[in-house]
Structures are given as structure tokens and as C-alpha cells.
């Protein structure tokens, strides 16, 4: 069963409270997502770590229910 955009923002915004989240629905079929998240707790970190912060969210999830997520990630300004 498809993941929908607003579980996926709940989930990050549980792990990381002060994301902003930017979800992209890639085919119409809640199951390929893009997101751009942009949250305080990447500073320092490198892009993979970031990375593993949001997939961590998402958990067991990640390659199940959420089959992809085209993910960008960004510190804020």
C-alpha cells in the first residue's frame, strides 16, 4: 500500500520538528515522492548523514510503502 504525502511530512517533522518539508508526488501514485527538506539538525553534518536523518524517519518503510524518495536536503539560510 502506497505511502501518502502527508504521513511521509509527519514522520520527518516527528524526527525532525523545525523541518520545512517539500513534497513532490513524481507519478500521481503516492508512491514515488521527492522531497526537499531543509531542517537546522543538518548543520555540520555531510549530505549522506542527512540523509540517513530523514530515511530514519521514514523507517521500515523506506523501499516498502514508500517504494522512492528523490530526496535534497538543505541547512537553513
Known amino acids: 500500500m502506497p505511502m501518502p504525502g502527508t504521513e ?3 514522520r520527518i517533522k516527528a ?3 523545525d523541518a520545512e518539508v517539500t513534497l513532490t508526488d513524481l507519478a500521481g501514485d503516492d ?5 526537499h527538506v531543509v531542517s537546522s ?3 555540520g553534518k ?3 548523514a542527512q540523509h ?3 530515511y530514519a524517519a521514514i523507517g521500515e518503510d523506506m523501499g516498502g ?3 522512492a524518495l528523490q ?4 541547512v537553513p539560510n
Open 15 to 17: 524526527a525532525l520538528p
Open 65 to 67: 510503502a514508500l517504494h
Open 31 to 35: 508512491n514515488h515522492w521527492a522531497a
Open 46 to 48: 555531510p549530505r549522506v
Open 52 to 54: 540517513k536523518l530523514v
Open 41 to 43: 539538525a543538518f548543520v
Open 8 to 10: 511521509i511530512v509527519a
Open 71 to 74: 530526496l535534497t536536503t538543505a
